[in-house]
C-alpha cells in the first residue's frame, strides 16, 4: 500500500502528480454522461481505440463502451506510480477497467508505444485470440511529440509552430492563485525540415500502418470501419494550428482518409473518415499558444452549450454504428464542430477575443472554468472529492482479464 495526499504541484498548464480518486471519479462521471442505447446490438462489435486513455480517445472509449456496446482493445501509453503517482491516464485507465467489470464488457488495455511494430503484433494477436479474430471498428487519437519509424528507426519529432512568417498571438496565463493574465507571445516560422518532421509524427502514415497491419493478418470485418480523431479550429487559432506545422498533419490526416476510403470499400465494404472534433480543454490543446484565452472565451460565450468530448463521441458512435446516419461534409469528414462554428458563436468570440486584456478577461472568458477543466485533467478540482485524505497511489495496471461477468460475446 502506498496511500499519502497528494497536493497539485504545477508549472503552468503541466501537473507533476496526478489524483487517483479525482480521475477516477471524472471516468464515472463520463460514462453517466453517455445515454443509455435504445437497445443492445445483436453482436458486440469489436472495437480498438488507439489512444485510449485521454481527451478524445478517452471519450470514444467511455462511448464505445457505454452507448455502442463495443468489447475490444485500447491502447495507450501511460507511467506507472513510482516515486510520483501514476500518470492520469494511468489512473483513469483503471478506472474505465473497473467500469467495464462493473457493467459486464469486455476490453483489454494495452500500455506501449503505438507507433511501434510490437505494439501493433501484440493488438493482433489478441484481436486473434480473445475477439474471433475481426475487428470492426478502429478508432485512431493518437497526439504525440516524437515517433520512431519501426522500419527505418528514424525519429521524428512535431513542432508547433506557423507557416511562412512568425506569428504573435494573445494567451491565457494564470499565476499559482488561479487568477489569469492575458499575454502575447510570439512563435517563430517552421524552418528546415519541421512540416515535413510534425507530418511524420501526427499525420496518417501511423493510421496506415496501423490498417496494413491488421488487413494483412486478415482481421478486418466486412464492412469495418475506421475514424481518424481531427480539429480544425476557428479563424482566430488558424495561422498556429490549422494553417500551421499542425495542420500540414492534419491535412495529411485527411488524405490519408480518402486513400483508405477507397482501399477499404474495395477490400471489405468498409469505410474510412476523419472525425473534426469541437474545441475542448485537452493535455494536448493547452501546449497551443492562444488555444486556452480561445477555449475560454468559447465558453463564456455558450456557457453550458459547449458540447463537452463525451458528448462529441456519442454522437460519432451513432454515426459510426448507424444509430444515425453518417453527416459528412463535401471533403467526406464527420463534423462535430458545427455549433462551434456557427457564425454568429465565432462573431461573438471574436469580439470578445479583440478587446481581451488582464483587465476584463473575467467579464469575457469564463475563466474559473478553464482554470478547473486544466486541474480536472489531473484529476484535481472534481466535486465530492476529499484532498485533505490519503489516497491510494500504487494502483495496478488492468490485467488481461478485464471482462465482466455476463459479457456479450
Same mark, same amino acid.
Given at each position: 500500500?502506498? %496511500? ?8 503552468? $498548464? ?28 445483436? #453482436?458486440?462489435?469489436?472495437? !480498438?481505440?488507439?489512444? @485510449? @486513455? ?8 467511455i462511448a464505445g463502451l457505454a452507448? =455502442? ?8 501509453? %501511460? ?9 492520469? *491516464? ?12 462493473? &457493467? ?10 503505438? $507507433? @511501434? ?43 508547433l509552430k506557423p507557416i511562412g ?12 492563485? *488561479? ?33 496494413? &497491419?491488421?488487413?494483412? /493478418? ?8 475506421? =475514424? ?13 494550428? #490549422? ?5 500540414? =498533419?492534419?491535412? &495529411? !490526416? ?8 477507397? #482501399? ?28 486556452? !484565452?480561445?477555449?475560454?472565451?468559447? /465558453? ?29 461534409? %463535401? ?19 471574436? %469580439? ?18 478553464? &482554470?478547473?477543466?486544466?486541474?480536472? !485533467? ?29 459479457? #456479450?460475446?
Amino acid at each position: 500500500m502506498s %496511500e499519502r495526499v497528494i497536493a497539485p504541484k504545477n508549472r503552468g $498548464f503541466l501537473f507533476l502528480d496526478s489524483h487517483p480518486a479525482g480521475c477516477a471519479r471524472l471516468v464515472e462521471d463520463m460514462w453517466q454522461a453517455v445515454p443509455a442505447p435504445s437497445r443492445a446490438p445483436d #453482436r458486440a462489435p469489436v472495437a !480498438l481505440v488507439i489512444g @485510449s @486513455s485521454a481527451g478524445y480517445g478517452l471519450a470514444a472509449t467511455i462511448a464505445g463502451l457505454a452507448r =455502442a456496446g463495443i468489447r475490444g482493445i485500447g491502447v495507450c501509453f %501511460e507511467k506507472a506510480p513510482g516515486r510520483r503517482t501514476g500518470t492520469a *491516464g494511468w489512473y483513469r485507465t483503471a478506472a474505465t477497467a473497473g467500469l467495464v467489470r462493473r &457493467h459486464g464488457h469486455d476490453m483489454v488495455f494495452l500500455n506501449g508505444d503505438a $507507433f @511501434s511494430d510490437e505494439m501493433k503484433n501484440q493488438v493482433a494477436q489478441v484481436l486473434e485470440e480473445r475477439f474471433d479474430g475481426r475487428l470492426d471498428y478502429l478508432i485512431y487519437s493518437v497526439a504525440a511529440p516524437r515517433r520512431t519509424d519501426p522500419v527505418t528507426g528514424t525519429t521524428y519529432a512535431s513542432v508547433l509552430k506557423p507557416i511562412g512568417e512568425a506569428y504573435r498571438t494573445k494567451t491565457l496565463v494564470f499565476d499559482d492563485g *488561479g487568477t489569469g493574465e492575458v499575454r502575447e507571445v510570439g512563435t517563430q516560422p517552421a524552418d528546415g525540415d519541421d512540416i515535413e518532421q510534425t507530418v511524420a509524427v501526427m499525420g496518417g502514415t501511423d493510421w496506415e500502418r496501423w490498417i496494413d &497491419h491488421l488487413a494483412d /493478418r486478415g482481421l478486418l470485418a466486412d464492412g469495418f470501419t475506421t =475514424a481518424a480523431l481531427s480539429y480544425i479550429g476557428s479563424a482566430l487559432t488558424a495561422a498556429i494550428y #490549422r494553417q500551421g506545422t499542425i495542420g500540414a =498533419a492534419k491535412s &495529411h !490526416l485527411e488524405q490519408t482518409a480518402r486513400t483508405l476510403d477507397e #482501399r477499404l470499400g474495395k477490400l471489405v465494404g468498409g469505410r474510412a473518415v476523419t472525425s473534426v472534433n469541437a474545441a475542448a480543454v485537452t493535455q494536448s490543446s493547452t501546449a497551443i499558444p492562444g488555444i486556452a !484565452l480561445y477555449v475560454g472565451l468559447l /465558453r463564456g460565450v455558450l456557457g453550458h452549450a459547449m458540447v463537452p468530448p463525451i458528448g462529441q463521441l456519442t454522437d460519432l458512435w451513432d454515426q459510426l454504428t448507424g444509430a444515425r446516419p453518417l453527416d459528412l461534409d %463535401e471533403e467526406g469528414r464527420v463534423r462535430l464542430d458545427t455549433w462551434e462554428l456557427a457564425p454568429a458563436v465565432q462573431a461573438a468570440v471574436t %469580439e470578445r477575443w479583440n478587446t481581451a486584456t488582464t483587465a476584463n478577461i473575467t467579464e469575457l472568458a469564463d475563466l474559473g472554468w478553464f &482554470h478547473a477543466e486544466v486541474q480536472r !485533467l489531473y484529476g484535481f478540482a472534481v466535486p465530492g472529492i476529499d484532498y485533505a485524505a490519503p489516497v491510494e497511489t500504487d494502483i495496478p495496471w488492468p490485467d488481461a482479464v478485464t471482462r465482466g461477468p455476463g459479457s #456479450r460475446a
